[in-house]
């Protein structure tokens, strides 16, 4: 079975500085998606980036890119520029590209992060 | 479309009571899923659906629990006989089709307090 871990549970960054969010996974697939989720205090989940497994280019949307290393297993997330509005939980998932089963999302713990202003 | 609602927002029930929650996905999304996340962790898959059928149940889904996607629209979870450990917020996605390359859509969630 695939894990997520993000070993860092609170994080804080200053408005307007870059803060680097971890992630690690465990999978025996080679085939497969990579997220970052941002879950504000409304609680909707919101999709702020995603890295397909087989692609060696790193993610960019806007302020956020990834910094995806397949053979360490490791999908961190850089957020330049931070705003106040960025503040929230940001949780690292998984799923598996195969056709078969129900291409679940596989969570980590989850990062709080803080923007100081 | 204003994308996946979930309702109620927030539902408290004493122990022992039965509670269901419903679930409107995006209206062409045939694949609904159901997690359960608890305060300060990530969600957990619960169960998916595709179209109307029920594919797969996590071994969290414990026999007081029960999904039901009719017609393959909105789907309902219902939870019997509560527990105090039942007490999480219930969220549901909906997607399009197995590769759909940009996750899934979530709904804002039904917060569950069992008393």
């Known amino acids: 079975a695939q894990t997520v871990t993000q070993s860092q549970p609170e994080m804080s960054v200053q408005e307007a500085e870059t803060v680097t969010l971890s992630c690690t996974y465990d999978?025996?697939?080679?085939?497969?998606?990579l997220f970052w989720y941002k879950q504000p205090p409304s609680r909707q989940m919101i999709l702020v980036i995603r890295?397909?497994?087989?692609?060696?280019q790193n993610a960019t949307e806007n302020r956020f890119s990834v910094n995806f290393q397949k053979a360490a297993k490791s999908f961190s997330l850089k957020i330049s520029d931070s705003q106040l509005g960025d503040a929230a939980m940001y949780f690292c998932?998984?799923?598996?590209?195969?056709?078969?089963?129900?291409?679940?999302?596989?969570f980590g713990q989850g990062t709080r992060l803080t923007i100081n202003p | 479309d204003t994308g996946v609602s979930q309702n109620p927002r927030h539902k408290i029930t004493k122990r022992g009571q039965n509670v269901t929650f419903r679930c409107d996905p995006i209206?062409?999304?045939?694949?609904l899923y159901w997690y359960r996340q608890t305060l300060g962790q990530g969600p957990e898959f619960l169960t998916y659906?595709?179209?109307?059928?029920?594919?797969?149940k996590s071994r969290l889904l414990s026999d007081r629990f029960s999904a039901e996607r009719p017609k393959g629209s909105f789907s309902t979870l219902e939870i019997q006989r509560t527990e105090q450990g039942d007490s999480a917020m219930y969220l549901c996605?909906?997607?399009?089709?197995?590769?759909?390359?940009?996750?899934?859509?979530f709904g804002s969630g039904t917060r569950l307090t069992v008393v």
């Open positions: 659906f595709q179209n109307e059928a029920q594919l797969e």
């Open positions: 996605a909906s997607s399009l089709g197995y590769r759909n390359e940009y996750g899934y859509t």
């Open positions: 209206s062409e999304h045939n694949r």
């Open positions: 890295q397909e497994a087989y692609k060696q």
């Open positions: 998932a998984y799923r598996s590209a195969t056709s078969q089963g129900a291409q679940k999302l596989v």
């Open positions: 999978t025996s697939e080679s085939d497969y998606y």
